[in-house]
Structure formats: C-alpha cells, structure tokens
C-alpha cells in the first residue's frame, strides 16, 4: 500500500514540475540551451508519470502486454538450427544427473558425459607450462615469485608486450595480437617443413568454431537455385549443419566410406556436387581431419584428390584441423591441407582458397574453456578480406587468455629450456593415454554382439555401427501396427 501511494505522490510531484518555468540546461560539453518547449526527457517524464499514475489508481485492469518475442515471431533459421552436441538427450541426461544429486535413485550411479570432447571434464590434467605462462599474463606481479621458471617468464613478458598497457585486460585488434600471429606463421612454417607462413594470413579466434563461422558468414549468399551449397562429410560435426541451418544456406552431404576406415571417397565428392547443382551453387567444402566424429585421418592421396576436386570446380575449401596432435594409429600421419596444396605445384598453391582452422581445445591440452583458435586464410580476393577483417571488428577482438593459451602451443618449450623436461612428460602421457583409450575403445565395442567399429586413427572419438536383431525389429513393426 506504501508503495501505491509513493508513486501516486511522484506522479503529483511530476505533474507540478510541468507547470514550472523551462530551465537552463548545461551539456557534458559546457555548452548551456535554454529548453524550447517540451523536452524530450520532459516529455519521458509525462509518459513515466501516467504510466505510475495508472498503477496507482489499480487502472491497468489485470491486462498482460503481450511478448514481442515469441516462437511465431522468432528468427526462422533459429528454430530451424539442431546442435545434438548438446541436444534433448545431453538435456536429459543433465535432469538424471541432478535427481542422483538430490538422492534420487536410478540402476547407475554416475553419468558420463561422451557427448563432447572436453577433456578436463573428464579428469584430463592441465599442461603446467601453459598454465603458468596464462597465469604470467594474468598477474603480472608473479614475475617476481621463484615457482615460475624463466622461460614461462619470457613468454608472458612477449605476450604482454602486444597487449595495449602490457595487461591482459585489454582488447587486442581485432585479428588478434600481432606477436602471437606471427609466433603461429613460424609454427606453420616448421610444422611444414619450410612451407611459408604469412603472419598477415592468420586471425585469432575465439575457438575453432568462431573461425568456421566467420568464414561460412562470407561464403553465403543467393536465393532459391542460387543459394550457396555447404558440401559437409557425414557423419559430420553438428556445428557445421547449424551454422549452414542459421545462415539458410543448402546442406550438400558427402558420404565417407565407412568399409574403408570412414576415409573420403572422391567418386561421392563428384556424385554429391552434381545432384546439388540441380537445387543450388556449391561454393565451399568442409574437410575434418583427422575425423569427428569418426577418428579416420586422411591419407596424402586423399588429400590430394579433394584439392584437385576443389580446384577444378572452383570450391573455397575448408579444412577443419583441430585433432592434428590426435593421431594413433602407427601406419597413420597427419598432413595438412596446406602444405599438400603446396606441393601439388603454384598453379594449385597459388590459387586454391583454403581456409586452416585450429585450437587451444583439443589436441594435448584440452583447454576448451579458454575459447582459444586461430584461422590461416590464404588466396582470399584482397577486396574480400577487408570484408573479412571489418565482419572480426564487429565482435572487437576473441579472449586475451585464449589467444596467450595459443601462443603457448605454438610456441613450447625447446630442448634447452628450463620447462621442456615436464613439459614433454606431460604431452608424452595425455597423448599415450588418448592412444591407449582409443585402442581399448575399438576393442570393447566390437567385443560387444551387434556392434562394429573402425580402429579409431586420431581425433577423440569413436562412431560404431549398431546392428539392430531381427527380432527387434519384427517386433517394432508389430507395435507399430498395434499403434495405428
């Protein structure tokens, strides 16, 4: 009741200043205006008053102001968007886990979340060397303290010197931090044996993800036959059908060979982009290697073979290579897209558009929450990158200690520092645990009736094919019949 007849006495105040003489008003620029008539905030304050005054009188009779925003005025391509990664399932399983917290009791005792590839979550320790050199940044004032090595030292001190009042609470450009793109060009370099990087071709992203959209962002357009086809892998990443679901762009599946370890077939690359030229233009295709979710890595013949295949139909290729650390199989290398473009000759170097992503969360760090990735971007039309360069500002730079977590994995220590003796323990044993995992993996599920898997080569998953009995599926027909 107090509260009713404060705003009634507000709104009677308010009326009272609108009798009052116009003030004179003084700007934040120190210029002073005489107020002409109703002011805007004048005019703020009438609308207020009345809006209170009808409170007060109890006025507003029980009506609801209907929501602007509701499933019938939603973004289409919202509602149109799946991400099974964290879908109705992952959903459920979240409401199991809390009614176990609460005591509740089911035939288990514990949820295990497979459905991503969060490492840490699963009991994955941190590389320290990495740690220590983000924490370096973080709180420059540990420079001091004798528990950090030199060399995490160093390269803090590195990282800060290209971080606007050395502090990592700055915004960075919006490419990333021009020290740590140029630490990525020399490690592209020397992951290449020599292939040249250009620092200006790399751009810091906030995790692999934030990469693959930017770049699917400037590849969409058209409408209706003109639309741009999206040719993905299958089974795929659901990020990339969500991505091409919210940009209304053409899903264009190609189906790897599951009978040949899930490797790429380029006879279903050609029969994949001849049926979507009758519904769409194909203008891009999208490379996992090694594999999620299917732990294949791509052979160099393979590899070869889709460059040849994008070169000819004039296809902007996307090679999605975050597991490149992930490889167990020993008959199995990764190559990078790249560094096979370039040996295939300057006609195909000089003139593919490709497209390079990778990230701080996989590999032997697992470092998923720092949301760190960077993209290398090469033959991009130079008009088209400055498209691409103002489409980054718009989200003004990806995190500071993602792009320092970055800039530590391509930049390790080296044999005759202080950190590589741990450093090199610590990724020997995430890196022999992953290969041990996906061996006993393989094993387990094609001990199991019903169930084949292919040997799991890299990445960090497994995808098995479930034989359904025959009897179950009699009997599914017969309740479907029941039902009807």
């Known amino acids: 009741m107090y509260r009713l007849q404060l705003l009634a006495a507000r709104s009677l105040i308010a009326g009272a200043l609108d009798q009052c003489t116009p003030l004179t008003l003084t700007s934040l620029t120190g210029v002073r205006h005489k107020s002409q008539g109703p002011s805007v905030e004048k005019y703020g304050q009438m609308r207020f008053s009345t809006a209170e005054a009808k409170v007060a009188a109890g006025r507003l009779d029980g009506k609801m102001r209907e ?38 009791t ?30 370096l940044c973080t709180f420059p004032e540990l420079m001091d303290s004798p528990s950090f ?27 990333g931090v021009e020290y740590i793109r140029k630490d990525i060009a020399t490690y592209i370099e020397q992951r290449d044996e020599g292939v040249p990087s250009n620092w200006e071709n790399i751009y810091l992203t906030a995790g692999a993800s934030d990469g693959i959209m930017t770049i699917l962002r400037l590849l969409v357009s058209g409408k209706d036959s003109s639309r741009t086809g999206v040719m993905i892998p299958i089974p795929q990443y659901p990020l990339y059908s969500a991505a091409i679901s919210e940009m209304d762009a053409v899903q264009v599946n190609y189906y790897l060979d599951e009978d040949n370890c899930w490797a790429l077939d380029i006879n279903e690359l050609y029969r994949s982009y001849q049926a979507a030229k009758k519904h769409c233009q194909p203008r891009v295709i999208c490379i996992i290697n090694p594999g999620n979710p299917t732990g294949q890595v791509q052979s160099k013949k393979c590899i070869e073979e889709v460059l040849h295949f994008a070169y000819e139909e004039n296809l902007f290729v996307m090679s999605d290579e975050v597991y490149q650390e992930n490889v167990y199989a020993p008959d199995c290398q990764f190559h990078s897209f790249k560094k096979v473009l370039y040996e295939m000759g300057p006609e195909y170097f000089n003139n593919v558009e490709l497209a390079s992503f990778h990230s701080t969360s996989k590999g032997y760090t ?16 130079p008009e088209v990158k ?87 599926v009699e009997e599914a027909k017969a309740s479907s019949r029941n039902a009807a």
Not at 109 to 126: F, T, Y
């Open 67 to 104: 929501k602007t925003l509701t499933m019938d005025t939603l973004n289409p391509q919202v509602k149109a968007v799946e991400y099974a990664v964290r879908g109705p399932i992952v959903i459920k399983a979240g409401e199991i886990e809390r009614c176990l917290e609460e005591g509740g």
């Open 106 to 135: 089911k035939p288990f005792s514990e949820v295990i979340k497979a459905n991503i590839g969060d490492a840490h979550a699963m009991g994955q320790q941190p590389i320290t060397f990495l740690r220590q050199v983000v924490a």
């Open 149 to 175: 090595p030199e060399d995490a030292k160093w390269r803090a001190r590195h990282i800060l010197q290209g971080c606007g009042g050395h502090s990592l609470g700055s915004y960075s450009a919006s490419q």
């Open 366 to 381: 697992g470092e998923c929450g720092f949301r760190g990735g960077y993209m290398e971007v090469i033959n991009m039309d």
């Open 386 to 472: 400055a498209q691409l360069v103002k489409l980054l500002s718009v989200r003004l730079c990806p995190p500071l200690a993602g792009q320092a977590a970055m800039d530590v994995i391509v930049n390790p220590p080296q044999p005759d520092e202080p950190s590589f003796r741990q450093f090199y323990q610590e990724k020997s044993l995430v890196l022999g645990a992953l290969a041990e995992k996906a061996k006993l993996t393989e094993q387990i599920l094609n001990s199991v009736p019903g169930i084949k898997c292919n040997p799991v080569q890299g990445a960090m998953y497994a995808f098995p094919r479930i034989f359904i009995p025959p009897k179950a």
